[in-house]
């Protein structure tokens, strides 16, 4: 498979044929345009230029393999959660809940336990009205789990 370059590289190691490459990455049968637009930037001069341009991407075949085999190993992952009895899912859900909370906490800087997070699942589950350090936090994840939008069924 042919190696794939960058726009970014394009721009410092060819600089003179740059503006034609991105045309044509733009006319590209795989390009897909995102609506979305950005202030051009003039890496030679360091400044912002008035031009607005569309943000696009292109997919590639590399891009395409790799979600092809998600979506395959997603339907595996469905497929053997589906076989498994409600308590073993639902310990499941708690044990990625905990290492979602404490993983996110962490890149945050919040000091948090598993312990912690673990309590507070189950005060919530226990329906108790004592207070902990997280419940809220746990009871916005669990209600996200029985939301309609919490699976992706289409892209």
């Known amino acids: ?84 009895p409600e308590i073993t899912k639902k310990n499941i859900f708690y044990h990625l809940l905990v290492e979602e909370i404490k993983a996110s906490n962490d890149i945050e800087g919040v000091q948090s336990t598993r312990k912690e997070i673990r309590d507070a699942i189950s005060v919530i589950l226990e329906k108790s009205q004592e207070d902990k350090r997280f419940k809220s936090l746990v009871y916005q994840y669990m209600n996200f789990r029985k939301s309609k939008f919490s699976q992706i069924t289409t892209i």
């Open 1 to 84: 498979m042919k190696t794939y370059s960058t726009l970014r590289a394009i721009s410092y190691n060819d600089f003179e044929n740059y503006p034609m490459i991105v045309e044509k990455r733009k006319e590209s049968e795989s390009s897909v345009f995102t609506g979305l637009f950005f202030q051009a930037f003039d890496t030679k001069q360091e400044l912002l230029l008035k031009e607005e341009m569309e943000l696009f991407f292109l997919v590639l075949p590399q891009t395409s393999l790799l979600k092809d085999k998600f979506n395959e190993n997603s339907r595996q992952i469905d497929k053997l959660m589906n076989s498994l």
